[in-house]
């Protein structure tokens, strides 16, 4: 099984943005629910956003929405993850994980053990 790869993280200011990139094989991308999650030391791991790549419906928590934005290019089998007016308890360790299946509605879309294979993350640390 070839795990997803992400890639974009870094360190910036209290208000900056960063891009993350996720690049799945076809067969794990194709029609699945990929999604980010966040870990950040001493705290469980959450999900931030998630994507269906075959119709595009989005799904976010309330402590991102508004200021994470995920999306997708089809042709190229990777999803992003845009992060503005990035605050200090965004820092964390950044991962992308896919489901082979259409997102889950409500809070389920955010369960871990839904999703099959899981990236390496990518660290984001925002200072004050």
């Known amino acids: 099984q070839v795990q997803p790869v992400e890639s974009g993280g870094g360190s910036v200011q209290t208000g900056g943005s960063l891009r993350l990139s996720c690049a799945a094989p076809?067969?794990?991308?194709?029609?699945?629910?990929m999604a980010w999650f966040r870990q950040a030391p001493g705290k469980e791991r959450e999900g931030v956003a998630a994507i269906y790549t075959a119709g595009g419906s989005t799904y976010y928590p309330d402590s991102v929405q508004g200021r994470f934005t995920i999306s997708r290019d089809n042709a190229k089998n990777t999803v992003y993850l845009q992060m503005n007016s990035l605050r200090p308890e965004d820092t964390a360790m950044y991962y992308c994980?896919?489901?082979?299946?259409?997102?889950?509605?409500?809070?389920?879309?955010?369960?871990?053990?839904?999703?099959?294979?899981w990236g390496q993350g990518t660290q984001v640390t925002v200072s004050a």
């Open positions: 076809r067969d794990t991308y194709s029609s699945a629910c």
């Open positions: 994980a896919a489901a082979g299946t259409f997102c889950w509605s409500g809070p389920s879309w955010s369960h871990q053990d839904k999703y099959y294979t």
